[in-house]
């Protein structure tokens, strides 16, 4: 029998095409920084947008070919490709499609590199049945294999660093190290109602500002540099100087493009969060907060379908009356309606809405990560490719 080399073993190649400005890279750098300080492989990450990857790891060289952090061997993907050897495992990380050359040099290596075609997360039912089926390749001797992200012992998991929840749960106990926190970011220690909105430009933004201006309690609205910056700015006519803007009971707090240990940060210390994609939607449900996602819009609002499926499973477990309106409030800032009249409700239910998220966060928690179920996969691969 041929002696089996385990995944951890061999170097692994990712590629990273950098779509919707930080989602894909922020999915892809975690999943990457995981196998090579946890796992000890030897990854090399081939993005091709380092400018976007400098924006949440700073420590990134937007203008080096080639570079290390954390143990990961970063990579300009350039067209063309250099000529590279490929590692035993290469992963074609959420859609992307690898240069044709690098195929055909995975073709002619023996044995053939293991080939992952890493999909976007989704709670849908069809997930399962996808995850891990192969799919060969018309011409060349390769198989590639679906791994899909999702919430159940069927699929491959979520991203988690197994220190995530140590971290979160020590900074929430430190009322010092939350002082620290907000004092770096500009901002006084939390006195008000406070919310991080990260999201998508949406026609239901105006209405959800005006609806916190005349709220019954004060809210800060944090909103770290994104796509929505521009349409808050606009809906103040009065803007003061400098980056705090205030109107009626709402004070909003523009920050600059957070790196992704302070984002998570401000997902803990925030009352509840907005997201959007799937990058900080994840992040949000591990930091045990209400959350309020904006799906990647698709065609033929295809996002509503994964929204749907995501709240059959997220509101199982709440009583009838918070579960519906936790699906009004996620379907209408979907659709891009108007929340105002749901919003007075959204508020009350924060306490209820508050030990849910703690009781999905610990669900989660349960379950194998995405990256050990990706070691699991690929060394059982290669076992069987052993006989």
Known sequence: ??????????????????????????VTWRLASQLATQYGIDVRLWVDDLQAFHHIRPEVDPNATTQRLRGVDIRRWTTPLPPVEPGGVVIEALACDLPDAFIQAMAKKSPTPVWINLEYLSAENWVEGVHGLPSPHPRLPLTQYFFMPGYTTGSGGLTRETTLYGERDTFRKEAQAQSKFWAGLGLPDKEALRISLFSYECRSLPDLLD?????????????????????????????????????????????????????????WACDFNFVRGEDSFVRAQFAARPLIWQAYRQEESAHMDKLAAFLDLYCARLPPKT?????????????????????????????????????????????????????????????????
């Open 1 to 26: 029998m041929q002696r089996i080399v385990p995944a951890t073993s061999s170097q692994w190649d990712i590629f990273c095409s950098v779509v919707d400005n930080y989602g894909d890279i922020g």
């Open 211 to 267: 609806a916190c201006s005349r709220s019954d309690r004060p809210i800060d609205l944090v909103v770290p540099q994104g796509k929505a910056t521009a349409q808050i700015t606009a809906w103040f006519v009065h803007p003061q100087a400098g980056d705090i803007l205030q109107h009626g009971r709402l004070r909003v707090f523009l920050l600059p493009m957070l790196a992704q240990d302070d984002y998570d940060r401000l997902l």
């Open 323 to 387: 579960a519906s309106l936790l699906r009004a409030t996620w379907q209408t800032w979907n659709r891009e309606e108007s929340l105002g009249a749901l919003w007075p409700g959204w508020i009350a239910a924060l306490p209820t809405l508050s030990v849910h998220a703690r009781t999905w966060a610990r669900r989660l928690a349960e379950q194998d990560d995405l990256a050990s179920n990706l070691v699991k996969f690929i060394d059982n691969l290669l076992e069987y490719r052993a006989f």
